[in-house]
Protein backbone atom coordinates (compact mmCIF):
# COMPACT_ATOMS: atom_id res chain seq x y z
CA UNK A 1 0.00 0.00 0.00
CA UNK A 2 1.57 3.55 -0.94
CA UNK A 3 0.85 6.74 -0.84
CA UNK A 4 0.17 8.98 -4.54
CA UNK A 5 1.64 12.08 -4.25
CA UNK A 6 -0.55 14.84 -4.98
CA UNK A 7 1.44 17.12 -6.89
CA UNK A 8 3.82 14.29 -8.78
CA UNK A 9 1.63 11.13 -8.79
CA UNK A 10 4.49 9.75 -7.68
CA UNK A 11 3.72 7.09 -5.24
CA UNK A 12 5.59 7.11 -1.81
CA UNK A 13 5.61 4.53 1.52
CA UNK A 14 2.80 4.85 3.48
CA UNK A 15 4.62 6.54 6.58
CA UNK A 16 6.24 9.37 4.31
CA UNK A 17 5.66 12.81 5.17
CA UNK A 18 7.10 14.02 2.41
CA UNK A 19 7.28 12.90 -1.87
CA UNK A 20 10.28 11.54 -2.34
CA UNK A 21 10.49 12.70 -5.68
CA UNK A 22 8.96 16.16 -5.76
CA UNK A 23 9.38 16.93 -1.80
CA UNK A 24 5.66 17.89 -1.74
CA UNK A 25 3.99 17.58 1.77
CA UNK A 26 1.88 14.19 1.30
CA UNK A 27 -1.17 15.77 2.94
CA UNK A 28 -3.20 12.51 4.34
CA UNK A 29 -0.76 11.59 7.05
CA UNK A 30 -2.30 12.74 9.98
CA UNK A 31 1.19 13.72 11.22
CA UNK A 32 1.77 13.80 15.52
CA UNK A 33 3.31 17.07 14.33
CA UNK A 34 5.71 18.40 17.25
CA UNK A 35 4.83 22.27 17.44
CA UNK A 36 6.64 24.00 15.43
CA UNK A 37 7.45 26.83 18.87
CA UNK A 38 8.60 23.79 20.81
CA UNK A 39 12.77 24.48 20.71
CA UNK A 40 11.92 28.16 20.55
CA UNK A 41 12.24 28.78 24.56
CA UNK A 42 15.71 29.35 24.80
CA UNK A 43 17.05 32.71 26.46
CA UNK A 44 18.59 34.71 24.10
CA UNK A 45 21.85 36.97 24.34
CA UNK A 46 22.72 36.44 27.82
CA UNK A 47 26.18 35.83 28.36
CA UNK A 48 27.59 32.65 28.74
CA UNK A 49 27.27 31.48 32.58
CA UNK A 50 29.32 29.04 34.55
CA UNK A 51 32.78 30.45 33.35
CA UNK A 52 33.08 34.18 33.34
CA UNK A 53 37.07 34.20 34.35
CA UNK A 54 39.10 31.23 33.96
CA UNK A 55 40.43 30.24 37.72
CA UNK A 56 44.32 30.99 37.96
CA UNK A 57 45.74 27.54 38.16
CA UNK A 58 43.99 26.64 34.88
CA UNK A 59 46.42 28.64 33.16
CA UNK A 60 49.73 26.46 33.09
CA UNK A 61 49.85 24.07 30.49
CA UNK A 62 50.42 20.37 31.08
CA UNK A 63 53.39 20.66 29.42
CA UNK A 64 54.88 23.48 31.52
CA UNK A 65 54.09 20.87 34.59
CA UNK A 66 56.02 18.28 32.71
CA UNK A 67 58.95 20.10 31.98
CA UNK A 68 59.21 21.00 35.73
CA UNK A 69 58.56 17.45 36.82
CA UNK A 70 61.16 16.26 34.40
CA UNK A 71 63.49 19.30 35.45
CA UNK A 72 62.91 18.19 39.92
CA UNK A 73 63.65 14.31 38.43
CA UNK A 74 67.15 14.85 37.13
CA UNK A 75 68.39 17.11 39.80
CA UNK A 76 67.24 14.74 42.61
CA UNK A 77 67.78 11.03 40.60
CA UNK A 78 67.70 11.08 37.06
CA UNK A 79 70.81 13.67 35.52
CA UNK A 80 71.05 13.57 32.24
CA UNK A 81 67.99 11.05 31.92
CA UNK A 82 65.19 13.67 32.12
CA UNK A 83 67.12 17.08 32.56
CA UNK A 84 67.39 16.79 28.12
CA UNK A 85 64.00 16.09 28.33
CA UNK A 86 62.97 18.52 30.86
CA UNK A 87 65.18 21.04 28.71
CA UNK A 88 63.22 19.89 25.57
CA UNK A 89 59.99 20.18 26.73
CA UNK A 90 60.70 23.65 28.62
CA UNK A 91 62.26 24.90 25.09
CA UNK A 92 59.03 23.87 23.04
CA UNK A 93 56.43 24.98 25.87
CA UNK A 94 58.36 28.30 25.99
CA UNK A 95 57.91 28.90 22.32
CA UNK A 96 54.28 28.07 22.29
CA UNK A 97 53.90 30.46 24.99
CA UNK A 98 55.78 33.36 22.94
CA UNK A 99 53.42 32.07 19.99
CA UNK A 100 50.42 32.47 21.81
CA UNK A 101 49.76 28.43 22.16
CA UNK A 102 50.15 28.54 25.69
CA UNK A 103 49.09 30.37 28.80
CA UNK A 104 51.65 32.95 30.28
CA UNK A 105 51.37 31.50 33.99
CA UNK A 106 53.43 28.01 32.67
CA UNK A 107 55.90 30.37 31.76
CA UNK A 108 57.65 29.85 34.70
CA UNK A 109 58.22 25.99 34.75
CA UNK A 110 58.83 26.10 31.45
CA UNK A 111 61.93 28.65 32.06
CA UNK A 112 62.35 26.15 35.38
CA UNK A 113 62.51 23.34 33.11
CA UNK A 114 64.23 24.39 30.19
CA UNK A 115 67.09 26.10 32.52
CA UNK A 116 67.23 23.81 35.14
CA UNK A 117 67.15 20.81 32.95
CA UNK A 118 70.51 21.59 31.38
CA UNK A 119 72.31 22.88 34.51
CA UNK A 120 71.22 20.01 36.47
CA UNK A 121 72.42 18.01 33.30
CA UNK A 122 75.80 19.61 33.75
CA UNK A 123 75.76 18.95 37.48
CA UNK A 124 75.58 15.39 36.72
CA UNK A 125 78.31 14.97 34.67
CA UNK A 126 80.31 17.42 36.81
CA UNK A 127 79.72 15.63 39.79
CA UNK A 128 80.61 12.07 37.48
CA UNK A 129 83.41 13.58 35.98
CA UNK A 130 85.13 14.53 39.68
CA UNK A 131 84.06 11.61 41.29
CA UNK A 132 85.74 9.43 38.61
CA UNK A 133 88.76 11.97 38.42
CA UNK A 134 88.91 11.48 42.35
CA UNK A 135 88.66 7.43 41.92
CA UNK A 136 91.37 7.72 39.93
CA UNK A 137 93.45 9.99 41.76
CA UNK A 138 93.07 7.55 44.76
CA UNK A 139 93.72 4.43 43.05
CA UNK A 140 97.04 5.63 41.60
CA UNK A 141 98.15 7.14 44.92
CA UNK A 142 99.70 4.19 47.16
CA UNK A 143 99.60 6.59 50.35
CA UNK A 144 96.27 7.45 49.57
ZN1 LIG B 1 5.68 14.31 -5.69
Redesign the pocket.
Given at each position: MTKT??????P?LPAAA???????P?AAAPTVGAPPNQQQWQPQGGPVVGQPTPPPSAGASQRAMIALGLAIAALFCCGPLTGIPAAIVGWMELDSIKKGQSSDSGKWMAMVGLWGGIAFTILHIVIYVVYVIFVMLAASNPYY
Open positions: CPNCHQNFCHNCAAL
